[in-house]
């Protein structure tokens, strides 16, 4: 079992930036895939940013050049720096975790994960 909890959504400006933290707990030492995803009132859940455990990256296109995902496997946390934020980033931002084993799952998709944590709201006025 993994038990995952983000903190530091918030309210800013467009051109503002934010740091997403996704604390884990439970076997951690199982998972295999780590990823930001968001949703947005009236849409599906978007893939935003995925990390290996071997630190391989990858980005949605809306989100690339701007935000990073990083890992700090000794104290079980995921983040995502955001920078330049617009108005389309807000959203509820999950993090989630995969414990299976990889097989090639695509990094930005929500079916390759099986844990997931309750949300957290980023809100971007312009």
């Known amino acids: 079992q993994v038990q995952l909890v983000e903190s530091g959504g918030g309210s800013v400006q467009a051109g503002g930036s934010l740091r997403l933290s996704c604390a884990g707990s439970?076997?951690?030492?199982?998972?295999?895939?780590m990823g930001w995803f968001r949703q947005a009132p009236g849409k599906g859940r978007e893939g935003v940013a995925g990390?290996?455990?071997?630190?391989?990256?990858g980005y949605s296109e809306s989100v690339k050049g701007r935000f990073t995902i990083s890992q700090d496997k000794a104290k079980n946390i995921l983040y995502l720096q955001m920078n330049s934020l617009k108005p389309e980033d807000s959203a509820m931002y999950y993090c989630a975790a995969r414990t299976r084993p990889a097989f090639s799952s695509p990094l930005l998709s929500e079916s390759s994960y099986n844990y997931w944590g309750q949300g957290t709201q980023v809100t971007v006025s312009s």
């Open positions: 439970g076997s951690m030492y199982s998972t295999v895939y």
């Open positions: 990390i290996t455990r071997d630190g391989g990256t």
